[in-house]
């Protein structure tokens, strides 16, 4: 990145970070189980209401017990389950013509982080139905208040129930994108631990780690407060403490309780001091490849910690002693130690160290998007344009691939 550039980049997050305590920040209002959500509809006068989710969780029944509730409430409930694994432009329209069609008032995020995803924008081309959903990449050009949305969290990695983001792909390019504004934050958030116990263990691994990747980046970038700080740590204490435990015995009710907890306190960390070149990255992947986000996000933080090398190692040191991961008297030591002890959790939850179908022929244009949505706003600890990104592709890149892997209709990672 030329000197200008990086100059140009500072200076907006230097303005960013002055303008935090002046900022809209918002929680979300927490309902201590899924039954207590009917309750909130009556409160708003909502009679009507659009469950957004995905097909996986619909035929598994998860939302069953959250319908007959609303049904016994007299709250009619339309069901739109088609979103996929990185939502599309397709799904948000789809599901906003059922939306008008039907006559709701109100949505209800059921699901990952695709779900979460899929129903802030949605919200978004409600209250902005002039404005296509690439015109809202970036920051604030929602600026909308959005229908009431209640989202309930079934994975304990995206923490998209607190946060002001979206991701969304367009499928006619293959290009992700996020859509940053206060409006896109859910009103409530439902963090219960009982949908998330049938979770299986690959994907509790990878969106746990996705988890740790928003508190690691959160922390380790150059806008943060002490609040955000403080989420991050604990958010971090609880992943190492509770993500093995959640994975190996996945009823263990506590340790899921603690991991959605973990979740969302990253969730709030990132909201205000935003992630890194890890999310960038893995973006690119979900949008070219159709890549697991947090499947990504698990192989690329230890690298990507790596890479920034000494630019790191002083915040890294200070999470690893904060979090108990190491008590190094060297920042060097220690933020080698706090890598490792992510290397150690992948490995043992059988998560790789490369991604399948990367192929060398994108990765300048993958590394030019990630470039688009880093930079100005990522606050990281060292810049990078696009040939340093590009070297982030190549190292997680898997050294044999067959041409047909970089289509995700031949490829094992499609969604």
């Avoid at 959500?37 to 659009?50: K, T, W």
């Avoid at 049904?71 to 389950?81: H, P, Q, S």
């Avoid at 600026?143 to 979206?166: C, D, Q, Y």
């Avoid at 980046?217 to 806008?223: L, M, P, W």
């Amino acid at each position: 990145m030329n000197v200008l550039k990086k100059v140009y980049c500072r200076v907006f997050q230097t303005g960013m970070r002055l303008a935090l305590p002046f900022l809209p920040y918002r929680e979300p209002q927490l309902i201590h189980g899924v039954g207590g959500v009917a309750e909130v509809l009556r409160s708003h006068d909502i009679g009507c209401v659009m469950l957004v989710t995905d097909a996986g969780v619909h035929g598994l029944g998860l939302t069953a017990h959250l319908e007959a509730l609303l049904k016994a409430a007299g709250i009619r409930c339309v069901v739109y389950d088609r979103t996929v694994a990185n939502p599309t432009v397709a799904n948000v329209e789809e599901a906003r013509a059922l939306y008008l069609e039907q006559g709701c008032q109100g949505l209800i995020a059921f699901g990952g982080g695709s779900s979460m995803d899929c129903a802030k924008a949605l919200g978004a081309r409600i209250v902005r139905p002039k404005k296509a959903l690439n015109r809202m990449e970036g920051l604030l050009h929602v600026l909308r208040r959005l229908p009431l949305l209640i989202a309930v969290p079934t994975t304990a990695g995206t923490g998209s129930e607190t946060t002001l983001a979206a991701v969304i792909t367009d499928e006619k390019t293959r290009h992700k994108y996020p859509i940053n504004d206060f409006s896109l934050i859910p009103h409530y958030a439902v963090l219960d631990p009982d949908v998330t116990l049938g979770l299986p263990p690959q994907l509790t691994a990878t969106t746990g780690m996705d988890a740790l990747t928003h508190a690691v980046e959160a922390y380790i970038g150059r806008s943060t407060t002490r609040g955000t700080r403080a989420a991050a740590v604990e958010a971090v204490r609880l992943i190492f403490a509770n993500l093995p435990e959640a994975y190996f015995n996945g009823h263990d009710r506590e340790a899921r309780a603690n991991m959605l907890r973990a979740a969302y306190l990253a969730g709030t960390a990132f909201t205000k001091s935003y992630v890194g070149y890890v999310h960038a990255v893995a973006h690119s992947l979900g949008g070219r490849y159709g890549i697991a986000h947090g499947l990504a996000n698990s192989v690329l933080l230890p690298v990507v910690l790596r890479a920034y090398g000494p630019a790191a190692w002083k915040k890294l040191a200070r999470l690893a002693r904060a979090a108990g991961v190491s008590d190094a008297a060297s920042d060097r030591e220690a933020a080698e130690s706090f890598i490792a002890c992510i290397e150690g959790m992948n490995a043992a939850m059988d998560i790789p160290e490369t991604l399948p179908g990367i192929r060398s022929e994108d990765i300048p244009q993958l590394a030019r998007y990630a470039d688009h949505e880093a930079n100005p706003l990522y606050p990281v600890p060292v810049l990078w344009g696009p040939d340093q990104l590009a070297e982030m592709y190549k190292k997680v890149q898997e050294v044999a691939t067959d041409d047909r892997t970089g289509d995700p209709e031949h490829s094992d990672t499609a969604a």
